[in-house]
């Protein structure tokens, strides 16, 4: 029989290890236990805060202003947009493990799920470091942004703000963006960057998807609208407009209702509620 591995004990490892190498052995060690369910979920102690997960030295997180902008047209320009999609999808590995780490008492699904989210945001960050090294460029060689694991900060004390804020905010937004990245590399004529990033919008649409299972799962719980309540904690996080145009074919595969996405399209600023 296999020894069984305690969930949250090997999620603390990965979030508060430094390497990036830790961090990909550590999720590829949870993809066989996953596929064998054999991991235990006995508290051990308190999560530790989010505000202490670590991340590597390199690359150097800044501020936004202090990132170089380029275009698409020159190598320098395709080989920083690789770089920044790289960080988004590192990040988005600890988006996963977090949530499986946090929030106790969840049914078991509950962590499988974001196991599996773990495990295929490596494999996108793994694709997106592959193409930057088809490049002679790597992880790490340049700044990225600093405030990518901020709304993880602020949204650590309550599953139902993580789920809307995170999958259902942060990562839905990503399936708005995604298809034009895609169309302006296509004009670029790199396949393989436009393989990549196709095969990250699919999957992406299945994060979205637990998002909203897990997000219906605790308002029900609460006796929550979950309609009303998405959009009071957008509403609550979010400062300024939150303009589309939206992806709304895979919104709607992602569990988004057809009167969230009308008010969604209220949030540009033009009424200040979002019509709730
Ligand atoms: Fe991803």
């Not at 202003?65 to 275009?71: A, H, K, T, V, Y």
């Not at 996963?96 to 599996?116: I, K």
Request: proline share 6%.
């Amino acid at each position: 029989m296999r020894a069984k591995i305690n969930l949250y004990e090997l999620a603390e490892q990965c979030l508060y290890s430094p390497a990036i190498e830790d961090k990909l052995a550590i999720t590829d060690h949870a993809a066989q236990s996953l596929a064998h369910r054999s991991f235990a979920f006995d508290f051990i102690r308190p999560p530790r805060p989010a505000t202490d997960v670590r991340f590597p030295k390199h690359p150097r997180q800044v501020e936004p202003r202090d990132l170089p902008r380029r275009g698409l047209n020159t190598e320098a320009g395709k080989i920083a947009f690789l770089h920044a999609l790289a960080h988004i999808e590192f990040n988005a590995i600890h988006l996963a493990w977090d949530m499986a780490y946090r929030f106790r008492g969840m049914p078991e699904s509950f962590y499988y799920d974001w196991l599996q989210v773990a495990i295929e945001e490596a494999a996108h960050f793994r694709a997106l470091s592959g193409r930057l090294r088809d490049f002679g460029a790597d992880y790490g060689h340049l700044p990225v942004h600093r405030g990518l694991w901020e709304l993880a900060e602020h949204t650590a004390g309550d599953v139902l703000h993580r789920l809307a804020l995170v999958p259902r905010f942060m990562e839905a937004w990503g399936l708005d963006v995604t298809p034009g990245m895609i169309a302006k590399l296509e004009q670029l004529g790199d396949t393989a960057s436009v393989e990549i990033l196709r095969m990250i919008l699919r999957e992406e649409i299945g994060h979205v998807a637990f998002g909203t299972r897990w997000f219906h799962y605790v308002c029900e719980r609460r006796g929550l609208d979950p309609e009303d309540e998405y959009f009071a904690l957008v509403r609550r996080y979010i400062r300024g407009p939150v303009r589309g145009p939206f992806n709304e074919e895979a919104r709607r595969r992602a569990g988004f209702s057809g009167e969230e996405m009308e008010r969604l399209g209220r949030l540009d600023g033009t009424e200040p509620d979002g019509g709730a």
